[in-house]
């Protein structure tokens, strides 16, 4: 008796396995997927968090993790947390959908992103940027002319993700309107150094030596840029040692250079870095007098720019 029924339960395993793999019984087999105890266990630890994440912030970066969860009952949750009225809750859907792009997720994130009034635009004009479809790339364009140059940043970061084409003259508008939010030049640089866009990040470098912006965002963008160009290991070196010891720094540099100037002035500088315009320099940039480049901060990094240009012409 027992062999008999070890036979007619493995026949009917057999059976249900052949029926399966011919593309049978999927709907059954996606409701076992749903019964599996890893998947009850994701949705039992979503609600407990949500019922807490109102009052508690520390519970919303939890229920981010566990919307990140590979298993399917996140998928209704990330829909479920991106249409709840807390703020905290669909935030911590956007930054999953981060790591895990959702296309059902599209209309929920337009909305999002298409509200004024939203506090979480940002975070859906982002989450649009990692959805690589043809209705993400629509609204990305339409909210790159946002009358918000914050929101217009951000949409930026999206399209040169997706590889899209850039209009130079309208980025570098959209840079300029961004002049009181350093968080949102970061975004556009981040996008164009996704798109190996060196010539736009040269532009916008030259925009923050006009103004004398802060010196740690101008090495952000040159080691960017060095990357872009081969070598950013080497600029990063350069820019660490000038925080401690600019002219020594500089002495180092010149000292790799072909053909080192020494005891220039800023005219000879200028020229040094935009006669054969591979680095352009606005009139208006602030280059040190000398070979003791105090608080100049970008003069190591622009001569690092220069030979690496050199070297690719």
Same mark, same amino acid.
């Given at each position: 008796? @027992?062999?008999? $029924?070890?036979? @007619?339960?493995? $026949?009917?395993?057999?059976?249900?396995?052949l029926a399966m793999a011919n593309g049978r019984l999927d709907a059954l087999a996606a409701d076992l997927d749903q019964l599996r105890p890893a998947n009850l266990l994701t949705v039992f630890r979503a609600h407990?968090?949500?019922i807490h994440a109102a009052s508690n912030p520390g519970q919303v970066r939890e229920l981010e993790d566990v919307l990140t969860t590979p298993v399917p009952a996140t998928v209704e949750l990330l829909l479920e947390s991106l249409a709840s009225p807390e703020a905290r809750n669909r935030a911590a859907a956007y930054r999953a959908l981060f790591e895990r792009p959702l296309e059902r997720a599209l209309p929920l994130m337009v909305a999002e992103a298409s509200c004024a009034d939203s506090p979480l635009r940002s975070e859906a004009?982002?989450?649009l940027g990692f959805l690589r479809t043809p209705g993400s790339l629509a609204a990305l364009r339409t909210l790159s002319q946002d009358p918000d140059p914050a929101m217009a940043a951000t949409a930026w970061k999206g399209l040169l993700r997706h590889g899209d084409a850039v209009d130079p003259a309208v980025l570098?508008?959209?840079w300029r309107a961004c002049r009181p939010w350093p968080r949102s030049r970061l975004d556009l640089t981040y996008g164009l150094h996704e798109a190996r866009r060196t010539d736009l990040l040269l532009a916008g470098l030259g925009e923050e030596l006009r103004w004398g912006t802060d010196p740690i965002f101008q090495r952000t963008i040159l080691v960017s840029l060095a990357e872009s160009l081969g070598d950013d290991e080497r600029m990063a070196e350069l820019l660490a040692r000038e925080q401690r010891d600019p002219a020594g720094a500089l002495d180092e540099l010149l000292g790799e250079l072909p053909d080192p100037v020494a005891g220039a002035a800023q005219a000879a500088w200028r020229q040094a870095l935009g006669g054969d315009g591979r680095v352009a320099l606005p009139a208006g940039a602030a280059l040190p007098g000398g070979l003791a480049p105090t608080g100049a901060t970008s003069l190591v990094g622009l001569l690092h720019l220069q030979r690496l240009c050199a070297a690719q012409a």
């Open positions: 008796h @027992a062999f008999a $029924l070890w036979t @007619a339960l493995s $026949l009917g395993v057999c059976a249900l396995g407990q968090i949500q004009i982002t989450a570098m508008a959209c």
